[in-house]
Nanobody, 130 residues
């Protein structure tokens, strides 16, 4: 059974960096497309980044492109989100998500929709102060 767990969220000042991790030992990571979403109390869950099942392809939302980097290490059963040049508007709960796929489909627009993913973590809070 897939059970995702995020870690690494904390409070940081604007311009700083954080590295979020998502770990699970219950599935074969190279069979799953993995993504990060974020959510604030006022908004629905929003797409941040996605990485293909083999880790070779990535896609980002326009708001984080050039500042965040998503990666996965299937040997360690982990996915990461390196967050640089953080802004107060990045403040949110960040969730990792997974869906089992048969190929590389991150170019499909569905990969940016929360409904595409079957498995979710509990979230980790990121707070960026100005």
């Amino acid at each position: 059974q897939v059970q995702l767990a995020e870690s690494g969220g904390r409070s940081v000042q604007a311009g700083g960096s954080l590295r979020l991790s998502c770990a699970d030992s219950g599935h074969t990571w190279n069979m799953y497309e993995m993504a990060w979403f974020c959510q604030t109390p006022e908004n629905e869950r929003e797409f941040v980044a996605v990485v293909s099942r083999n880790g070779a392809s990535t896609k980002y939302s326009d708001s984080v492109k050039g500042r965040f980097t998503v990666s996965k290490d299937s040997n360690k059963n982990s996915m990461y989100l390196q967050m640089d040049k953080l802004k107060p508007e990045d403040t949110a709960v960040y969730y990792c998500a997974a869906v089992r796929v048969a190929g590389d489909f991150i170019s499909d627009s569905r990969s940016t929709k929360s409904t595409y993913y079957d498995y979710w973590g509990q979230g980790t809070q990121v707070t960026v102060s100005s």
